[in-house]
């Protein structure tokens, strides 16, 4: 599987051969580098570690200093892990640009979800609300009874109630790679992702592609 670490930029639309106006998101993808490699034999399982961001190196803490001095990369400000299949075909301190995809491709979007504070059960859940009328004027965006009586005596866990909503990991599947520009190391995608503009995404090789 193939990977890159990424900041959104924000929406726009281009305009393909024929005319038709193509919402997409811009991605800012990489230059990322490979500052750790795991094997199955010594950690259980195959994958790579990407950086992303390149940072003065006053800004680093010195464990993060140092684990990035083993593979001679620059300092850099986020990092995370890729499985991949073939962990041969990496090397640690090896550089990863948005050439690795081509247009067309369909990829997996993670990123994390804007926050939106304490929300009810109608913004949260999509709860349809109490009936208007039968004289009642309170109970419109109400989540209603949320546990029997007696018999169990108690409210389940994981039962939908208003509560914190967004600023959680989420993942968009199959997107649409629309535009490289490998000279701005630019991404563009049909459609929307998540999160807010700058925040960190991980682009991968779509799973059910």
Not at 27 to 38: N, V
Not at 65 to 91: C, F, S, W
């Given at each position: ?37 795991k094997t ?11 950086g992303f ?5 006053k800004?680093l ?9 083993k593979t001679?990369?620059?300092?850099i400000?986020y ?6 299949t073939?962990?041969d ?18 990829v997996?979007?993670?990123?994390i ?20 009328t039968?004289?009642?004027s309170?109970r ?16 389940f866990?994981?039962?939908r109630m ?22 701005k ?25």
């Amino acid at each position: 599987m193939k990977g890159i670490l990424g900041k959104k930029l924000g929406m726009t639309q281009i305009f393909d051969e024929n005319g038709l106006a193509i919402p997409v998101t811009i991605i800012e993808a990489g230059p990322c580098y490979i500052t750790q490699k795991k094997t199955k034999e010594r950690d259980g399982y195959d994958a790579i570690q990407l950086g992303f961001a390149e940072v003065s190196e006053k800004s680093l803490k010195k464990p993060i200093a140092g684990h990035l001095k083993k593979t001679n990369t620059p300092p850099i400000k986020y990092m995370r892990e890729l499985q991949v299949t073939n962990p041969d075909d990496y090397q640690e301190g090896q550089k990863i640009d948005v050439s690795i995809f081509n247009v067309g491709d369909k990829v997996d979007i993670t990123g994390i979800s804007k926050g939106k504070g304490f929300a009810g059960t109608v913004k949260r859940h999509n709860f349809r609300g109490g009936p208007k009328t039968h004289g009642q004027s309170d109970r419109w965006r109400a989540p209603g009874s949320v546990g029997a009586g007696s018999t169990p005596g108690r409210v389940f866990k994981g039962v939908r109630m208003a509560g914190r909503m967004g600023n959680e990991q989420v993942t968009v599947q199959n997107l649409r790679i629309a535009l490289v520009d490998a000279a701005k190391n630019l991404l563009a995608v049909k459609g929307a992702i998540p999160g807010g503009k700058n925040g960190l995404i991980m682009i991968c090789e779509a799973v059910k592609g």
